[in-house]
């Protein structure tokens, strides 16, 4: 099946509904690339699209966002609560299906370099596409934002972009292009309104406290319902996934006495990941995403008839 | 998402390549027509090719089919030990996605008139597409094959066919035009060797003997691995899918202090069936197909960017 990357560029304009328009049309017109979201908060004055497609239509439409963005965002005259260093400010790369990280650095890093040529807005690469170490941490990038890193930038080697520059483009800015992997956000509640367990849940199984690799936990209460929520990023799901998750939940709410309610998914997730979930929970022996029909369609119809 | 159709014509032909080769092009030749596998088998003197795509592209493929068998095979010099009553013998149509049964039903009535009309080669109708309730079983349809039934539709209101006749086509024989559901075969290996539980098992939980709805199920000895397996084919898996089987195996497995030791899937299933079973196992609330990255892909391409 050919390989899908997902981009979701956040522009500094949330409010101009045409300009919005017009960037998202930017980005459908590449060819393949496919318009899957978009958000756009007037108090922030951003909007965040998310798209995907093959790598060559999704770097054409990352292109094409950029130029539509350098062209009708003026960051002189834009103000908003969130903080941004371009017009189009950030463009992650992230892989769907059949394709790695690596794939999608290299992917940014290709858009950086166009981006640059085409429309001399110059380019920072951050977290899994940072040339510099400092730099996978977004808001390292952009501490100062646009007003102060337009100066900065001019004298200071260490606030200069990667790709271009060193002045940043005088209405556009900079971009800040990076890769990552999909990040899969998923909720278990819990059969009880004691956040206590909630909490303790939520720390046996994260990362940072000693749990479960790539997962990210915090014990939220969910007061309409009088129960209390594992609230989760799944930051790498083929390290761990949905089956590996939800079973960990379960067993350290059982030492509690405690069941699971239900789940809820929050946005999307990549088809491999439900696909894992089902074969892990009815222990299939030697599945492969070949045996259901519409992936066998596919690859067939992909390979020529 | 566009509906898809699967079709699985079985042709009295499993000798000549050259010939069955023939009739899967001839298939392939149907625009939108994708072939996903091909079984001969030369004692049967038989071949089945399973193919999908959406309905119109799976009739038009269903009446190439028929007419290439027509043209190539002769009954009156066939022999293979498996039974039959036309070239191309068998022709059920049956829902993947996006279709329902009766849609199919209509396909196999469509497919029928079309074969007798355009090529005059009569035809039955067999389960859920039959329209005399003696004929839903194949088997009734088909008892005394191409040789007796050409005699018999002469004299025999009840042998002749349902649409066209009441002679046979000479060479062809007739086709038995039907539609099924999709059927799941799936296995569960129990931790024993102990076959009494494997059979205690799928009689507690098949149809026949009051257990699940639209479920066959047998108790079989695996002993290559020195472990018993419940071998199961889910006949309606919207009625009865994978999660409910499997926790209903579990449960009366337990009953007997055994666990489960594994699955397998034989051949394919269609998507709704692996993204129920995820969703199910993980209790997901408010789950649907959409939230599925590549699923939404397909969506909005298919209703134009």
């Known amino acids: 099946m050919q390989p899908i990357i997902e981009c979701v560029p956040n522009f500094s304009e949330g409010r101009d509904a045409p300009k919005i328009e017009a960037i998202e049309n930017a980005i459908a017109s590449a060819d393949g690339a496919v318009v899957l979201h978009r958000t756009s908060d007037p108090d922030h004055n951003r909007s965040v699209i998310t798209f995907a497609g093959p790598p060559e239509a999704v770097l054409e439409g990352a ?48 858009a950086g370099e166009r981006i640059w040529r085409e429309l001399s807005v110059p380019v920072y690469l951050y977290e899994a596409a940072a040339r510099q170490p400092t730099r996978q941490r977004l808001e390292n990038v952009r501490r100062g934002e646009f007003e102060e890193i337009r100066e900065a930038a001019l004298v200071d080697k260490s606030r200069q972009p990667d790709i271009g520059g060193p002045a940043l483009h005088p209405t556009a800015g900079a971009v800040i ?39 990210k936990a915090l014990g939220l209460p969910l007061v309409s319902r009088n129960l209390v929520q ?28 405690i069941g699971i309610a239900g789940t809820e998914l929050i946005g999307l997730m990549p088809r491999a990941a439900i696909e894992e979930a089902a074969a892990s929970f009815l222990k299939l022996e030697s599945f492969d995403s070949q045996r259901i029909v519409e992936n066998r369609i596919e690859s067939v119809v992909e390979s020529g008839k």
């Open 63 to 110: 292109v094409r966002a950029a130029a539509a963005a350098a062209k009708l965002i003026d960051l002189r005259v834009h103000k908003g609560v969130h903080p941004r260093l371009g017009a189009l400010d950030v463009l992650p790369f992230v892989p769907v299906r059949g394709a790695t990280l690596e794939d999608c650095i290299t992917l940014a890093h290709r």
């Open 177 to 215: 292009v990076g890769a990552r992997r999909f990040l899969i956000a998923f909720n278990i509640n819990l059969q009880t309104s004691d956040l206590q367990i909630a909490k303790d849940v939520a720390r046996a199984i994260r990362t940072s406290s000693g749990g479960l690799p790539a997962v």
């Open 230 to 257: 594992v609230s989760m990023n799944l930051t790498d799901f083929q390290l761990t996934g949905l089956y590996a998750v939800y079973n960990e939940v379960e067993r350290h709410a059982a030492q509690h006495g």
